[in-house]
């Protein structure tokens, strides 16, 4: 494994140095950076999660690090959150407090930024004891609409968090999306230039 992850990040940066950076090459090391999520930020607590299945007792929130295929850099907006057990306001017709075993939410709202426009980000949240469900955030005509986002699905990572926290975390889908890539198959829907 180890190797495998120089050996990528080897190609990236030769690539990007030799002139080779074409939207293609672009697309690879964004497919590259996919596979590994590394955070840091405030909270409390603990949480461990594989595909749509997670435990833990958590609230913290992610501010500085890789997600989504790029850095993270939040405005006063954005939102990258995460509750076991989760709380969330509800509206409309059942107003109140909704209260569910587990919830996520990578919400970038700034419409350029990166993962938003290769549809990383997501909300998840989960009524059942351990399983999360996701869904996928885009935006078409100024309205958010949510949509399955099946790189959560092979998401395996853990956090853990007391005032300061980090999140780590590894997607064997997002490298085999990475693999393929370089034959043009994009399994995840998330290169941009090809």
Same mark, same amino acid.
């Given at each position: 494994?180890?190797?495998?992850? &120089?050996?990528?990040? !080897?190609?990236?940066?030769?690539?990007?140095?030799? %002139? /080779?950076?074409?939207?293609?090459?672009?697309?690879?090391?964004?497919?590259? !950076?996919?596979? @590994?999520?590394?955070?840091?930020?405030?909270?409390?607590?603990?949480?461990?999660?594989?595909?749509?299945?997670?435990? #833990?007792?958590?609230?913290?929130? +992610?501010?500085?690090?890789?997600?989504?295929? *790029?850095?993270?850099?939040?405005?006063?907006?954005?939102? /990258?959150?995460?509750?076991?057990?989760?709380?969330?306001? /509800?509206? %409309? !017709?059942?107003?109140?407090?909704?209260?569910?075993?587990?919830?996520?939410?990578?919400?970038?709202?700034?419409?350029?930024?990166?993962?938003?426009?290769? #549809?990383?980000?997501?909300?998840? @949240?989960?009524? @059942?004891?351990?399983?999360?469900?996701?869904? %996928? &955030?885009?935006?078409?005509?100024?309205?958010?609409?949510?949509? #399955?986002?099946?790189?959560?699905?092979? &998401?395996?990572?853990?956090?853990? *968090? /007391?005032? %300061? #926290?980090?999140?780590?975390?590894?997607?064997?889908? +997002?490298?085999?999306?990475?693999?393929?890539?370089?034959?043009?198959?994009?399994?995840?829907?998330?290169?941009?230039?090809?």
């Amino acid at each position: 494994m180890k190797r495998l992850i &120089q050996t990528v990040l !080897a190609v990236v940066v030769i690539a990007s140095m030799t %002139g /080779c950076a074409t939207s293609y090459m672009t697309d690879r090391g964004h497919d590259a !950076a996919d596979i @590994f999520t590394a955070t840091v930020g405030l909270g409390v607590g603990a949480k461990a999660r594989v595909g749509p299945v997670g435990a #833990g007792l958590i609230l913290a929130g +992610e501010s500085k690090g890789l997600k989504g295929g *790029a850095l993270l850099h939040l405005d006063e907006k954005d939102e /990258c959150l995460e509750m076991y057990p989760a709380l969330s306001p /509800c509206s %409309g !017709a059942t107003k109140g407090l909704f209260v569910g075993v587990g919830g996520e939410s990578y919400d970038l709202r700034s419409t350029n930024s990166l993962p938003r426009i290769r #549809g990383k980000c997501y909300r998840a @949240f989960s009524f @059942f004891p351990l399983v999360i469900v996701p869904l %996928g &955030q885009t935006t078409k005509d100024g309205l958010t609409i949510f949509r #399955g986002f099946h790189p959560f699905y092979t &998401q395996i990572e853990v956090a853990a *968090a /007391c005032i %300061g #926290g980090i999140k780590l975390g590894f997607n064997p889908g +997002e490298l085999l999306d990475f693999i393929l890539g370089w034959t043009k198959i994009d399994i995840y829907n998330d290169d941009l230039g090809t």
